[in-house]
């Protein structure tokens, strides 16, 4: 396939890695190029369906979950700057990528894009009693695969928090200033730092296991380049983790 120039500033080198595979994608296809597609925000029962639980941050109003749709093929991204995008692919992968509106339509929209190619065959969140299902399978998945004594969170998800709190010694750092300081349920001495601990927590844990989200809010990098064991989790995730060969862990997703 002929190789595809990008020139576009102020992005870092993870994000033309996706550009280039999202472009490459779109490369034989003008159909697909210039056509229009659609993003919007689902609503928190659209995104998660109905839980026991009120206290995760898509039910909280702090982050909405971003859908793109491409041929019926779906794909999404978390953001705390939600809003409706209409416009076409060639246009979408040029983004400069400057906020986290623009990058949560570039994943989503990438996403829908490698789910429409059979490069990922899962794409969207999981629903109802879910979440916290995927926290037991998360404690097995970590015990199984990398054995840690001590584990670090980035980006405080409650079940996970709760679960992993039981089986290792536990670190948690978020951004929501209105996380810091709270105590997780069932876990003396666990209690959410801020992002501005995550480095050192990271020096202290054996495995770092880190939200999606980091893709949209351009922290990835910080833990990708982590010398220690890293295990990304969720959507938002999914497709860049196929491309650029990361752990990803999302097993109830569909």
Known sequence: MEEI???VPGVTSTYEILRRKALQLIFNDKDLQHREFTAAPL?????IGRSSCCDYVLLKGKERLLQAEIDGFVGQAFTDRPGYYQGQLNNVFNFPLEDNFERAVFISFLNALLRRQ???QKSMHCRDES???CALLLSEHIKKVFEPGKVVLIGYQPRFAETLADSFALRINDLDPDNLGKTIKGAAGVSIESSAASEENME???LVVVTGSSIINNTFPSFNLSNKPVL???T???GPAQVLGLNHFCPLSF
């Not at 609503?43 to 995104?47: F, G, L, N, R, V």
């Open 5 to 7: 120039k990008i020139n």
């Open 43 to 47: 609503t928190p029962e659209a995104a």
């Open 118 to 120: 059979d490069v990922i």
């Open 131 to 133: 979440p916290a299902h």
């Open 204 to 206: 202290w844990g054996d």
């Open 232 to 234: 990304f989790f969720g």
């Open 236 to 238: 938002s995730i999914a």
